[in-house]
Nanobody
């Protein structure tokens, strides 16, 4: 059974940093893209970042470009999202996902984690 488990969320002040992790189990995803989405209260889930199977290709939403960095460790079947210079509007539930290629739409991904809460305070 495939399982994605996010960790690393929490409460942080604006300007601070957090590092999210997504551990995948049940199969190897070394040939898959891994991504992160987020959902703010009252809003739809939105794309944040994605990384190709080798780690050499990444893609970011404009709102996080230059502040967030996605990476992966295929030996550990894990992806990471380093979030720096956090803003109030980064608050939300962050979801890890896996799919065949880098895409920005939810339906193009196959597996999802349960999410981890990130709250940025002033």
């Amino acid at each position: 059974q495939v399982q994605l488990v996010e960790s690393g969320g929490g409460l942080v002040q604006a300007g601070g940093s957090l590092r999210l992790s997504c551990a995948a189990s049940g199969r190897t995803f070394s040939n898959y893209a891994m991504g992160w989405f987020r959902q703010a209260p009252g809003k739809e889930r939105e794309f944040v970042a994605a990384i190709g199977w080798s780690g050499s290709t990444t893609y970011y939403a404009e709102s996080v470009k230059g502040r967030f960095t996605i990476s992966r460790d295929n030996d550990k079947n894990t992806s990471y999202l380093q979030m720096n210079s956090l803003k109030l509007e980064d608050t939300g539930v962050y979801y890890c996902t896996v799919g065949p290629r880098i895409r920005t739409r939810e339906y193009e991904y196959d597996y999802w984690g349960q999410g981890t809460q990130v709250t940025v305070s002033s």
